[in-house]
């Protein structure tokens, strides 16, 4: 088929739907004109990229070759969200070993357009080469916002509030639930029992579950998040998604704003299928929560004047507040007692 044919395959019936998309894929360029976005007075183009290597960021013996694509294209999303911004247009870069077939690609791009349709964004172009050591995927992200909204990192002010949505640790108690019972059927496959001919007894281990397993599997980009509070009147005054763990994000948030920061324990919202597992699993919850990463919920400062327009909106928790730079970071405990916060989130270069 070749490469050209490929990405004639897999790009075929792909119609665009964002006005600024004057030529998708199919040429040497993709052609997007922001001169003019409906409803944005000065607007400002967004981008933002991500690269994915099989055995590093995820494990095809239990991630579903569409929810990869899926997420790989939510990801990217979240971090126009994260600016407060909307996300428009992505390319798609692959590298592909010769063990995958045309169907387990075309299963792959099926979860990144499904992705794209759901979110109103445009698939626009990218590049296939082959691969020596498996899959990777590099997906490269536009967007727009009015210069007025855009939220950065380094707005947080004194006294502050920290707001996050969602739960935090869910995603990452999938990512060990998966793990588990990867290491389980290797642990069967590897004693070769003639009697369980490849089956189970009992429920499953997955059972009750689902939720965690959705979290690490099909995340999803928080902008139900933004709306309520464009409508409230309020603004982020520094703005992040948690990729990488609520500690090492809140942190790069404090450093860049030159600010501290106090968050307790009591006030992290925590998800009760998450805490039963990690309680299962004999792991500290709250360390979970605040390490874990890949929840890609938002994570913002606001002002305390916004205290009550804040209250209505659903699934957003108030954790804390800013602080002075010299009191640094820190999480107040159930009993009272004040710990360092440590980035012990992911490290690409680490882990």
Known sequence: ???????????????????????????????????KVKNLKSPRVLMTTDMLLEGVHFNLEYVPLKH????????NFSDIYAMNGTPTQITVGLGISKRFSVEEIEELYSGIRLACERYGVDLVGGDTCASMTGLTISITCLGVADEKDIVYRNGAKLNDLICVSGNLGTAYMG??????????????????NPSSNGETEGPSAFEGKEYLLERQLKPEARRDILEPLRKAGVKPTAMMDISDGLSSELMHICSQSNVGCCIYEDKLPIDYQAAALAEEMNLNIVTCALNGGEDYELLFTCSLDDYE????????????????????????????????????????FEN
């Not at 990869?68 to 990801?75: E, F, H, I, P, S």
């Not at 659903?314 to 010299?326: A, C, F, N, R, S």
């Not at 999480?331 to 360092?340: F, H, Q, S, Y």
Request: glycine fraction near 10%; charged fraction near 25%; include cysteine.
């Open 1 to 35: 088929m070749g490469e050209f044919g490929l990405i004639k395959r897999l790009t075929k019936d792909i119609k665009p739907v964002q006005p600024s998309t004057q030529k998708a894929a199919g040429d040497d360029c993709a052609v997007m004109n922001f001169g």
């Open 309 to 348: 327009k804040l209250i209505p909106v659903e699934d957003l928790y108030i954790i804390g507040h800013i602080t002075k730079p010299e009191y640094g970071c820190n999480l107040i405990g159930r009993n009272g007692e004040e710990l360092a916060l440590k980035a012990q989130g992911w490290n690409a």
């Open 68 to 75: 990869l694509g899926y997420k790989a294209a939510v990801v």
């Open 175 to 192: 990512l060990q639930l998966l793990e588990r019972e990867l290491m389980v059927q290797r642990a069967t496959n590897y004693g070769n």
